[in-house]
């Protein structure tokens, strides 16, 4: 079982930055592929970014050059660095990590981007 935590959502203006943490109960040295999601009012939740056991790193289109997503095994913890935020970035942000053939999700952080 692998529980996760996301922090670090909030009110942001346009053009501006967040960090997002994800905390695992588990040491994410062996997990194979963890990942953002995002999931807007009314829309269905859509993949943000994804990274590997080994660092290999995959962007949505709409977030290539502004995202980027990064893992620290010593912390057991994933981040989405989130740069130029625009107003379509406002969503709940979720965490996802996919191990020994389980999805397992996080309970998600608001993110707003105000104009």
């Known amino acids: 079982q692998v529980q996760l935590v996301e922090s670090g959502g909030g009110l942001v203006q346009a053009g501006g930055s967040l960090r997002l943490s994800c905390a695992a109960s588990v040491s994410i040295f062996n997990i194979n592929r963890m990942g953002w999601y995002r999931q807007a009012p009314g829309k269905q939740r859509e993949w943000v970014a994804v990274i590997t056991s080994g660092g290999s790193t995959n962007y949505a289109d709409s977030v290539k050059g502004r995202f980027t997503i990064s893992r620290d095994n010593a912390k057991n913890t994933m981040y989405l660095q989130m740069n130029s935020l625009k107003l379509e970035d406002t969503a709940v942000y979720y965490c996802?990590?996919?191990?020994?053939?389980?999805?397992?999700w996080g309970q998600g952080t608001q993110v707003t981007v105000s104009s």
């Open positions: 996802n990590a996919f191990m020994a053939w389980n999805d397992y």
